[in-house]
């Protein structure tokens, strides 16, 4: 069976991202690796051992685009309303608080935060399918 283990977004800045998850999500990083021409930064929570992969790619000066392909990454949080004012307070790109309902039942209560290259992440309150 496979195990999940990371998922890789390019980003323009290391610094600027690499701060924007240890604000947004609490991710630290847990390695680096540079190599000729590019470097992998992998981010971890310490409560999981998903990782997020950023890749630097070295001497790029333009942003990446996203294309029509790419949705999103998700996270869930024990508070939703808290983090959301949290995020709001720190400034971050955040969207409204939704909740959506399926055949009349609740199904998810979230909202969207951006990163600084315009990747969405769904953060998600903790409950039913997305504990």
Known sequence: MAKAIHSMIRVLEEERSVHFYEQALGLAVADRFAFD???????????????????????RAQPYSLG???????????????????MESLGLSVTPVREMAHQGRPLAKFFFVQDPDGYKIEVLQRRGRYV
Do not use: C, K, M, Q
Not at 37 to 48: A, K, Q, W
Not at 68 to 86: K, Q, W
């Open 37 to 59: 021409g590019f470097t992998l930064v992998y981010l971890r929570s310490p409560d999981n051992e998903f990782e997020l992969e950023l890749t630097i790619n070295d001497g």
């Open 68 to 86: 029509d392909g790419y949705g999103h990454l998700a996270v869930s949080v024990t508070d939703l309303d808290a983090e959301h004012r949290r």
